[in-house]
């Protein structure tokens, strides 16, 4: 099992092993981070005293305090292992809700054809061309009132964002793979529509759902943390968010103190940019286009720069 | 040969006419979103407030006794005459909201659209003309770094390193400016211009620095990455492989050949961006307390002002289509191959 796991990184060389690693590297210190917060974290997210003591407001970083704290006498340290669990939270069931939304439509749709595919491709490209910031704004204005400024509600105002995606490729792979040979084959041995599509065609088009997945999670996570910047993401009582301690640090930035808004800050870039490391290098090592880059690079003897400038540019 | 089959003419009347179901489209889901999803429009802001009665009345005001089809034709009726309702707090027009408020908009993204440009490009052709060196590889981790950096981070890091110099940090020019430039376009720095004070000009222009360079950093990294992979892509085409070949020195051969044809799909990736653009300003906006459309959006939202959210989304999506419109009939206009 655990070999399998790895075995995307043993497959790959140079570059792309490199970014991978690093990638995962940075995602797993902040899901370590969500996994075992209540371990990790010095105090509570919400806790702004201990041994009868007060915490001091707005301190810089000391001893007591790694990175100091806020304006509500919170531990920053604290709020970011926190912060790292809510985030992989709403990123998990955003992400799990728009594949599980997102690819039976594009495999009905791109299977069916006709019409109703039409139809589908219409409405989800008029949802992809808006901007996703907005369409998140107003899915948040509108699940607050009834599911509360919650974990859920966050998550599936980021869903309605990335449904588009899944459903675009899983459709046309799909549209590829409804005239390939074994389909036929299936049809001529008299298998149903429904058997075709979930026996046959659905494990071929899923392989390209986990390179836009990590994608989509680091997308997700800026796009929470912009929630929280402006107010509408996940209430500051139920959870810790990074976006809604940046919001925070707004009134501060102008005086100079800089502790309560650049370590939030830092912890979305790096885990961002984590994310989008994985997901450049599966996608190196998944994409069929990008492992035949591998081989032509073998065969050719001492690939000069002029060859690898030529195979990166069609990549 | 099909590509070039199509006639300019008619491939702009097809793109035209695809603007009216996409914007219906796009309209419908607002309307589906904000009247029909829970809530009632009037209780969500005044609820509580206000009795039965005066409820009622409102309600009655807005429409929204209606049945839904009924508003929903109505809706979009008003729509096609270019009226996007009034806003329930402060009872505005939302044209009047746009009026105002656009302005600022529109010089932030302008502003930050020229940052970007003036950075992005000399970055990219930088860094594509000299691959994999070491400048290469710093401007590709500050694309990467760019794309992965909150706007509204890179916004407040700004503040603090630009603070103890005293330069304005905060809104579109200082108190005195506001009051005593006179309105006319309603585009403040346009104003200050027109009323020809050279110290509000100045005034309003610095306080453009920070905002526009903010969101013009975000959109430098877009540019970096596609004018970069532009470039490599013409300098291993044919037709610069013939003028090497013709013995054109590699200093010419990359000024004159490579880099124009680089810079044509420019303007494509400029249009691409008026979604994130537009995601950017409202959050650049709420970080440097900027006066404009995304700021006022946030605004109403917070106070729950149905109407003025529904009307100012709508602008929003109109301008969305429009925008993508336009730069597909300039694209086809500068490039012959793209008709289909």
């Excluded at chain 1, 607050?144 to 400024?149: A, E, I, K, N, W």
């Excluded at chain 1, 919650?150 to 980021?158: H, K, M, P």
């Excluded at chain 1, 994310?275 to 994409?287: A, C, F, K, R």
Aim: proline fraction near 5%; include cysteine; charged fraction near 15%.
């Amino acid at each position: 099992m655990f070999g399998r796991l790895l075995s995307p990184i043993r497959g790959t060389t140079g570059f792309a092993r490199w970014i991978l690693v690093a990638g995962l590297v940075l995602t797993g210190v902040f899901l370590v981070f969500a996994i075992f917060a209540p371990w990790i974290a010095p105090y509570d997210f919400n806790q702004y005293q201990a041994h009868g003591a007060r915490f001091p407001k707005m301190a810089p970083p000391s001893g007591n305090h790694w990175l100091g704290t806020n304006d509500q006498f919170f531990d920053i340290l604290s709020r970011i292992i926190w912060g790292a669990r809510t985030e992989v939270k709403v990123v998990l069931i955003s992400v799990a809700f728009s594949v599980v939304i997102g690819a039976p439509l594009g495999l009905v749709s791109g299977f069916v054809g006709g019409w109703w595919d039409r139809v589908m491709v219409f409405l989800m490209d008029a949802i992809y061309a808006f901007p996703s910031l907005l369409l998140a704004i107003v899915f948040s204005f509108l699940l607050q009132g009834p599911l509360g400024g919650g974990t859920l509600a966050a998550a599936l105002s980021l869903t309605v964002i990335y449904i588009p995606q899944y459903f675009r490729v899983v459709r046309n792979t799909t549209v590829s793979a409804r005239e390939a040979t074994y389909v036929e084959a299936a049809r001529a041995i008299g298998a149903r529509n429904g058997t075709i599509m979930t026996r046959y065609v659905f494990g071929n088009v899923i392989g390209s759902v986990p390179v836009i997945g990590t994608l989509n999670a680091a997308d997700a996570i800026s796009t929470l943390a912009a929630l929280g910047f402006l107010g509408l993401g996940i209430q500051p009582t139920v959870a810790s968010e990074w976006g809604y301690d940046l919001s925070r640090a707004l009134d501060d930035a102008a005086a100079g103190i800089w502790w309560t808004a650049l370590f939030p800050g830092l912890a979305i870039v790096l885990l961002v940019t984590g994310l989008t490391l994985v997901g450049e290098g599966l996608n190196e090592t998944i994409n069929p286009a990008l492992r035949k880059r591998k081989l032509i690079r073998a065969v050719l003897p001492a690939g000069g720069p002029l060859t690898e400038d030529e195979q990166e540019v069609t990549a | 040969m099909s590509a070039g089959s199509g006639s300019l003419p008619r491939y702009l009347v097809q793109r035209i006419l695809l603007v009216i179901p996409m914007i219906w489209v796009l309209l419908t889901l607002v309307f589906l979103l904000l009247r029909v999803a829970p809530g009632d429009p009037v209780t969500a802001m005044f609820g509580g407030k206000l009795d039965a009665h005066a409820v009622a009345l409102r309600r009655h005001q807005l429409g929204l006794d209606q049945p839904l089809y009924v508003q929903y034709f109505h809706y979009l009726g008003e729509v096609a005459r270019l009226r996007f309702g009034h806003t329930l707090s402060d009872n505005r027009s939302i044209v009047d909201v746009i009026r105002d408020n656009g302005g600022a908009t529109l010089t932030l993204t302008v502003g930050a659209f020229i940052f970007a440009l003036l950075i992005g490009i000399p970055l990219g052709l930088l860094a594509g003309r000299r691959r994999d060196s070491l400048p290469d590889v710093v401007i590709r981790l500050f694309g990467v770094v760019s794309y992965a950096a909150p706007i509204f981070w890179v916004g407040l890091m700004l503040v603090i390193l630009v603070s103890p110099t005293g330069w304005p940090t905060f809104g579109i020019a200082s108190a005195e400016t506001q009051f005593t430039v006179p309105t006319h376009t309603h585009i403040l720095l346009v104003d200050a211009i027109i009323s020809g004070s050279g110290a509000a000009t100045l005034d309003v222009l610095k306080h453009h620095v920070l905002p526009c360079v903010t969101l013009g950093l975000l959109l430098s990294g877009v540019f970096i990455r596609l004018v970069r992979v532009n470039l490599l892509q013409t300098l291993g085409a044919d037709y610069v492989e013939a003028a090497r070949a013709r013995g054109i020195k590699e200093r010419h051969v990359v000024r004159r050949h490579a880099f124009r044809n680089a810079l044509v799909p420019v303007v494509t990736i400029i249009g691409l961006q008026v979604a994130l653009t537009l995601s950017g300003a409202v959050l650049t906006e709420r970080t440097f307390n900027w006066p404009g459309l995304g700021n006022q959006l946030v605004n109403y939202i917070n106070q729950r002002d149905y109407p003025a959210v529904q009307g100012l989304v709508t602008f929003f999506a109109v301008v969305v289509v429009v925008a993508s419109l336009v730069v597909d009939v300039v694209n086809a206009i500068i490039d012959p191959r793209i008709r289909y």
